[in-house]
């Protein structure tokens, strides 16, 4: 994608640290325009989070080996080292994190933890800096948000933390948001407020996006594409729309067709994926989804399917993803 603002490209990672190399990741590409958001779907396990966390280079070096290239806005990222991977987390690229409680520190308020980040990227002073926290937290909607500046996370509600994170993340305006699963941990409800709210934010401030979530609804409201994962792999990318109406991958289709229309199963079984996402230290020869798919032939379990173009923007692996029956 010419102009992209983030590029991946065959990116590998493997983990090196137990007794045997687990390899998470395997060979994924993605270009992300600016002012654009991909959801990242597919169940626990698929290398979601392992390729979101490559992105600002978060996993051990000491036990992470990362091959391929990742770029963002015109930064070779897998080159970047000391003060300038520092200078980069934050300013360029900035995440939100699953788990704010983990993420955030419990023993400094939100406002001190903003400030800091803040000063450590810009030349202000520190009153500036509380001014532009005071800004952020007006903006993401905390209510009392000079208050809660002064608060420490355990003080402060789910849904609450979840937007000092967001804010947190936004501090130094970066160009591209990492969410993974911001809205997991939250009750339905809430869930429902902090993502109109992030989407409502990213349109605003022309943010570019990746959007880590196990959830079809979810990745519908807040994506313009959707980038399929499974077994360290995107098996399907596409615009939001073909993907949802005519899946091109059995897992895909597969993931579509565990979901309760409209809230209700209508005296019908809710579908299922049958087996287990597969050992990624010993992945099977060919297609990883074929031991789980009905429509499995020989072929497919003989060699790793390449991509295949189904429509404009819209690729599958899949040796039938030019025949896959449409679901009704």
Do not use: W
């Not at 091109?248 to 809230?263: I, M």
């Amino acid at each position: 994608m010419n102009g992209a603002l983030l590029e991946i490209r065959g990116l590998r990672v493997t983990f090196t640290g137990g007794a045997r190399p687990v390899r998470a990741v395997d060979g994924v590409d993605l270009a992300l325009a600016r002012g654009e958001v991909v959801a990242l779907l597919g169940e626990s396990g698929s290398g979601k989070t392992v390729t979101l966390r490559s992105v600002l280079r978060l996993h051990p070096e000491d036990r992470t080996r990362i091959e391929g290239a990742i770029r963002v806005d015109g930064v070779d990222v897998l080159s970047l080292s000391g003060e300038a991977l520092s200078d980069f987390r934050g300013r360029v690229a900035s995440m939100i994190f699953q788990e704010p409680m983990l993420a955030l520190d419990p023993v400094y308020t939100l406002g001190d933890q903003i400030v800091e980040a803040i000063l450590r990227h810009e030349q202000v002073t520190a009153r500036e800096a509380r001014a532009r926290a005071l800004r952020l937290f007006e903006h993401v909607r905390i209510p009392s948000p000079e208050r809660r500046l002064d608060s420490y996370p355990h003080e402060l509600s789910g849904g609450m933390r979840q937007r000092a994170m967001i804010a947190l993340a936004l501090a130094c305006n970066p160009k591209l948001l990492l969410a993974d699963e911001p809205t997991t941990a939250l009750d339905a409800t809430v869930q429902v407020q902090i993502l109109l709210l992030l989407r409502e934010l990213q349109r605003e401030l022309g943010l570019a996006m990746v959007f880590v979530t196990h959830d079809i609804s979810v990745a519908v409201e807040v994506a313009d594409r959707i980038a399929v994962m499974y077994a360290g792999r995107i098996v399907e990318i596409g615009a939001v729309r073909d993907v949802i109406r005519t899946p091109r991958h059995p897992y895909t289709a597969g993931l579509l067709a565990t979901r309760a229309h409209g809230g209700r199963l209508s005296g019908r079984r809710l579908a299922t994926i049958p087996g287990s996402p597969p050992d990624l230290a010993d992945l099977p020869p060919g297609c990883a989804f074929a031991p789980r798919c009905a429509l499995a032939v020989d072929a497919c379990r003989a060699a790793a399917p390449e991509p295949v173009e189904v429509g404009a923007g819209h690729t599958a692996r899949c040796i039938r993803a030019e025949r896959l029956p449409t679901p009704a």
